[in-house]
């Protein structure tokens, strides 16, 4: 309600005077039409004046339609700053806390090599944990102000999905038989870093949000000259009308206060961020469950379809062109006999 109540009192102020500036237009065109008609002699200075006032009073319209625009994209900038201090100082504080409590007690404490070592890779976690917030903001700041002077390359696209893939699962201490990855041996010219930021945020997210268990699939496919890659989990989905909100900075669904998962808001913004500098695209797909006769239901999880250029080579592709040099060969030993 608080959020409503705030976006309501300028929003009912501007179209207010949207309705009064438009009100006063219609009025000054009608005394000058009317005036024009009881005095004919004077028709062309009120049509002179009505021509001015009318372009003055248009003026001022778009001047009310400029504030009302810039004044709620202000207070929606201001929440998102607002839930962005929320979540940093939660994603520090909670870390910080553990990592406090964990060391008081080794010092404070003699416990045996167990409970050590179940210390050490707790704070291990939260250091990780640490590590992770820093490292999205600094990609975000890098990415906002297009630092990245690393030029392309041809990087093993299906090589680097497995990579994030176990980075993600060590991350989350999970089983890497979670992350199923499904990608022939695919070359792509592009920048080895941003590929990496773009689809260790797209997994991460998939394993962090998916369901209980998560099952995350992520899929490579050649089209053209183009490499789709799909990022699939099985949690609860994003409705329809939050897919384009969830690229935004700062953005996560819900009150910040109210979430069990940690997030500053970023990952979704870099990951638009990057696909759009690397000239390619993404947009989220529905998925739909099924019943037992085989209808669909409704939507279960969510599938991030990224679209990247420049497709070096593919293993089909490669596989064909073997088979027809082998299929050539012996033509080309007979008519050498």
């Known amino acids: 309600m608080l959020e409503r109540r705030s976006l309501k009192a300028p929003i009912t102020l501007g179209v207010v005077m949207i309705v009064t500036v438009v009100a006063l237009a219609i009025g000054w065109v009608a005394i000058n039409v009317i005036a024009a008609t009881v005095n004919p002699a004077s028709t062309g200075i009120y049509y002179v004046v ?25 207070i929606n900038l201001n929440r998102r700053q607002s839930n962005f201090i929320d979540s940093v100082t939660h994603e520090l504080k909670s870390p910080i806390a553990s990592l406090k409590l964990y060391l008081q007690t080794l010092a404070r404490r003699t416990v045996d090599e167990a409970q050590a070592a179940d210390f050490h890779r707790i704070m291990l976690a939260d250091v990780e944990r640490l590590d992770q917030l820093i490292n999205h903001l600094l990609d975000a700041a890098r990415i906002e102000r297009g630092s990245d002077a690393t030029e392309p390359e041809d990087v093993r696209l299906d090589e680097l999905l497995r990579h994030c893939a176990n980075a993600v699962c060590v991350r989350h201490n999970v089983d890497a038989d979670w992350v199923d990855i499904d990608a022939p041996a695919m070359i792509v010219r592009s920048k080895p870093t941003e590929l990496e930021i773009l689809f260790r945020n797209l997994i991460d997210n998939a394993v962090k949000y ?83 006769n085989g209808s669909e239901t409704e939507p279960s999880g969510t599938s991030f379809c990224v679209t990247l250029p420049n497709l070096v080579s593919c293993d089909a592709e490669t596989e064909s062109h073997q088979r027809q040099t082998s299929a050539q060969a012996p033509q080309k030993l007979k008519s050498a006999d």
Do not use: M
């Open 50 to 74: 009505l021509a001015i006032g009318t372009i003055g009073l248009g003026v001022v319209l778009a001047g009310v339609i400029a504030y009302l625009t810039l004044t709620v994209k202000a």
């Open 210 to 292: 998916g369901g209980d268990p998560p099952e995350v699939r992520v899929t490579a496919q050649a089209s053209g000259q183009q490499a789709v890659v799909r990022v699939s989990d099985n949690g609860p989905g994003i409705p329809p009308n939050l897919r384009r909100k969830v690229f935004g900075r700062f953005v996560r669904l819900g009150s910040e206060l109210e979430r069990s998962k940690p997030g500053t808001g970023l990952g979704l913004y870099l990951v638009r961020s990057v696909t759009r500098s690397l000239g390619g695209s993404i947009l989220i797909e529905t998925q739909s469950g099924a019943t037992e």
